[in-house]
């Protein structure tokens, strides 16, 4: 398993654009799943996409169109490029690995996004 620590996050205005790092301490090549969850105040986490080891991504459909997860293995880094930012999408990110087995996943401590004007 690894440990995660997520960077980029910050306060942006309406329309602005972020992009989200997530660094793991070892390998990511053969992690099943790399993801970003997003949690606003007084809501539950939620899954905002995901990159799967065939490098097929899923997202959430309040993103569609906006938000593009990518992977980059020789650096160990998950990436979450965000445009087109909009005032529902300020909450704490967090980075997760997801094994599919018996263990448990590993999280970020969560970098906070805030987008208003």
């Known amino acids: 398993q690894v440990q995660l620590v997520e960077s980029g996050g910050g306060l942006v205005q309406p329309g602005g654009s972020l992009r989200l790092s997530c660094a793991a301490s070892g390998s990511i090549f053969s992690i099943p799943a790399m993801g970003w969850y997003r949690q606003a105040a007084g809501k539950q986490r939620e899954l905002v996409a995901r990159?799967?080891?065939?490098?097929?991504?899923i997202s959430a459909d309040s993103v569609k169109g906006r938000f593009t997860i990518s992977r980059d293995n020789a650096k160990n880094t998950v990436y979450l490029q965000m445009n087109n930012l909009k005032p529902d999408d300020t909450g704490v990110y967090y980075c997760?690995?997801?094994?599919?087995?018996?263990?448990?996943?590993?999280w970020g401590q969560g970098t906070q996004v805030t987008v208003s004007s």
């Open positions: 990159i799967f080891s065939s490098d097929t991504t």
């Open positions: 997760n690995a997801r094994y599919f087995d018996n263990r448990a996943d590993d």
